[in-house]
C-alpha cells in the first residue's frame, strides 16, 4: 500500500513538473526573429512578453481567458497586448480601443469586446461604441473620459506604435506571442502557445537559454 501511495505520488509530481516546463524545440514550438527588437524600461529580473492580437481573431478570443490566467498574473513576466495594425482603417478602431483600455485601467471589458465584435458590434461606429460602454458599466461621466482619452493625441501615437511594432515583429498571424523581444512563439493550439510561453520565461530566467 505504501509502495503504491509513493508510485502514485511519485507520478504526481513529475506529471507537475512537465506541466510546469515542457519541452520545447526551435523551429517547431518557437522561432528567433532575425534582428532582435531593443526595448528599454523592462522592469529588472522580467521578460518582457507581448502579446500581438485582434479583437476580431476567433482565436486571440480563445486564448484571452489563458493569457489573463497564466501569464498576465506571472511574476516573472512583464506582460505587453497589442492589438496589430496593418491598416488604421481596418484596425484602428481596435488599436484605438486596446490603447485606451490600457490608459484608463478597464482591462475588465475586453472579455465583453471580444463578445461584442463576434456578435457583429461595428466599433467604428461612435454610437455604438458608447451604447457598449453604456451596457457594461460606464456611467456618462466614464463614458466621457473614454471617448476623450480614445480620441486623444496620446492614443494617436499608440496607434502609430502599434502598427509600427507590427512591421518590426513581422506579424503576419495573430495571436503572435514574443518573449524577450526575439523568440516567437508559434504553436496554434491555446494551451500549448501558453505553455511554451511559460517555458521560454523559465528557461530565460534560468539563464538555460544560449541564443
Known amino acids: 500500500m505504501k509502495k503504491c501511495l509513493f508510485l502514485l505520488l511519485t507520478f504526481f509530481n513529475i506529471g507537475q513538473l512537465f506541466a510546469a516546463d515542457i519541452l520545447i524545440e526551435e523551429g517547431k514550438d518557437y522561432k528567433l526573429l532575425s534582428?532582435?527588437?531593443?526595448?528599454?524600461?523592462?522592469?529588472?529580473?522580467?521578460?518582457?512578453?507581448i502579446e500581438f492580437f485582434s479583437y476580431n481573431c476567433v482565436h486571440c478570443r480563445a486564448v484571452e481567458p489563458l493569457i489573463k490566467e497564466k501569464l498576465a498574473i506571472n511574476k516573472k513576466i512583464a506582460l505587453d497586448t497589442i492589438q496589430i495594425v496593418y491598416d488604421e482603417k481596418y484596425n484602428g478602431a481596435f488599436a484605438r480601443i486596446n490603447a485606451t483600455i490600457k490608459l484608463l485601467h478597464l482591462e475588465r471589458l475586453e472579455?465583453?469586446?471580444?463578445?461584442?465584435?463576434?456578435?457583429?458590434?461595428?466599433?467604428?461606429?461612435?454610437?455604438?461604441?458608447k451604447q457598449f460602454l453604456a451596457k457594461n458599466g460606464l456611467n456618462q461621466k466614464q463614458i466621457e473620459q473614454f471617448m476623450d482619452t480614445y480620441n486623444s493625441f496620446t492614443v494617436n501615437g499608440k496607434v502609430n506604435e502599434y502598427k509600427q511594432l507590427t512591421t518590426e515583429y513581422n506579424v503576419i498571424a495573430t495571436p503572435t506571442i514574443v518573449v524577450a523581444d526575439k523568440y516567437v512563439v508559434s504553436p496554434a493550439q491555446p494551451e500549448k502557445l501558453i505553455q511554451v510561453t511559460q517555458a521560454l520565461v523559465n528557461k530565460i530566467i534560468n539563464n538555460k537559454l544560449k541564443k
Open 35 to 49: 534582428v532582435p527588437i531593443s526595448v528599454v524600461n523592462i522592469p529588472r529580473g522580467k521578460v518582457h512578453v
Open 111 to 129: 472579455k465583453a469586446i471580444f463578445a461584442a465584435v463576434a456578435e457583429q458590434k461595428d466599433f467604428n461606429d461612435v454610437i455604438q461604441l
